[in-house]
């Protein structure tokens, strides 16, 4: 799990919170109950980003993995991609909190509270390096993967509502426990040995849980699979009609992140890259529908979306990149424990945050989670 975290540094994305829907403006044309708003772009390009390419790309990997050479280029291919995918995927989160006024109020607590207790422990395991630092990266660790398992639940069930697949209890449960199943199993094979890992230069023991424990987790993960599956095939059965396969692309997709990919090498590395992706797709497509509704044609949107990338490019820099530096010259600690530190307290305050402003509940964001960004975005004038 250590090892997929190292690679951690290429995470996450935003979306700003959206203030009033303007509704006079295209509501014709922005209904939600045609076709292609099952897709937040297009099947191509959601079925790639969403979880295809990365399975796509594990067979092509395996074809190669006994040539050191192609292993390298992908660990080094990992630490590129940070810089354009992960690290913003991250600075979209503070921009879509941090990006107006109206979304400090609507968050006031996580928007000032968090930021302050993040940034005591992370001062906290700057001072005590050798004490506090490693259970606060131990923390981050531990729940990043679980962060990755959460977004491809509600990724999953933004899709089935899209396509008017209605989830019971039961089918929640058994795509929850198996998607969450993935987590625990692959951190009980990590934690069911006493021992240390190493996170740029910080040394992280292992907890030693009985080593008994993947063989409890992994039955219950299987068995909650097959029970996934079973109720969609019976589901579609039941309506006489297949309901769209990109329901399951995000779970599958974390079977081959988490299970069937964790020993090959090169691959298991990209892995925050795959996650990232998915959040990016969710978020600019968000960002495109809410910009539609808000400005009068095309060409005001994608100057929009265009600052918007730029912005979360340039903030993920400032993040990962020079933060720590900051630290380094500032506070005088060495730069790998800045740099480990430092990557704990952003991905940290990322995963609060995203906890808190993604609920399915606000009509802020569920309604243009519900719609395609590319059909919005034709409907608008060219001038």
């Not at 987790?217 to 009609?241: D, I, N, Q, R």
């Not at 769209?244 to 964790?262: D, E, Y």
Request: glycine fraction near 6%; aromatic fraction near 16%; hydrophobic fraction near 50%.
């Amino acid at each position: 799990m250590y090892r997929l975290l190292a690679g951690h540094l290429a995470n996450h994305s935003n979306l700003e919170v959206s203030q009033k829907m303007s509704t006079a403006v295209h509501s014709a044309s922005l209904a939600t109950d045609r076709d292609d708003d099952q897709f937040f772009y297009g099947p191509v390009t959601d079925y790639l980003l969403v979880g295809g390419f990365s399975i796509i790309l594990y067979f092509i990997v395996s074809m190669f993995m006994s040539s050191r050479d192609f292993t390298l280029t992908f660990l080094y291919l990992a630490g590129v991609l940070a810089w354009v995918v992960n690290w913003p995927h991250f600075a979209a989160t503070n921009l879509r909190l941090y990006g107006s006024r109206d979304a400090i109020r609507q968050y006031p607590l996580t928007a000032t509270l968090i930021p302050v207790v993040i940034l005591v422990g992370m001062l906290t395991a700057l001072y005590w390096p050798q004490t506090v630092a490693p259970y606060f990266v131990k923390l981050f660790l531990i729940w990043s993967p679980y962060h990755f398992s959460g977004q491809t639940v509600g990724v999953t069930l933004i899709y089935a509502r899209r396509a008017g697949y209605q989830f019971t209890r039961f089918e929640r449960t058994a795509l929850s426990s198996f998607v969450f199943g993935t987590f625990f199993y692959t951190l009980a094979l990590t934690e069911s040995h006493l021992g240390t890992e190493t996170y740029y230069d910080i040394v992280i023991p292992t907890f030693g849980i009985p080593d008994w424990t993947p063989h409890v987790v992994a039955p219950w993960m299987w068995g909650s699979l097959a029970l996934f599956l079973c109720s969609f095939v019976h589901k579609c059965y039941a309506h006489g009609k297949l309901f769209p396969l990109i329901i399951l692309v995000p779970s599958i997709a974390q079977l081959f992140w988490f299970i069937i990919g964790s020993r090959l090498a090169g691959y298991y590395e990209l892995v925050p890259f795959f996650h990232s992706l998915q959040y990016l797709l969710v978020a600019s497509s968000m960002k495109m529908v809410e910009q539609s509704e808000r400005s009068p044609g095309k060409s005001q949107v994608l100057r929009s979306m265009i600052a918007w990338g730029a912005g979360i490019l340039l903030l993920g820099v400032v993040l990962f990149w020079l933060f720590p530096r900051v630290l380094e010259s500032w506070i005088g600690v060495p730069m790998f424990l800045a740099l480990g530190v430092s990557a704990a307290a952003v991905q940290l305050h990322h995963f609060f945050v995203d906890g808190v402003i993604w609920k399915l509940k606000r009509k802020t964001v569920s309604h243009p989670l519900m719609l395609n960004a590319r059909r919005v975005f034709r409907s608008l004038p060219s001038s």
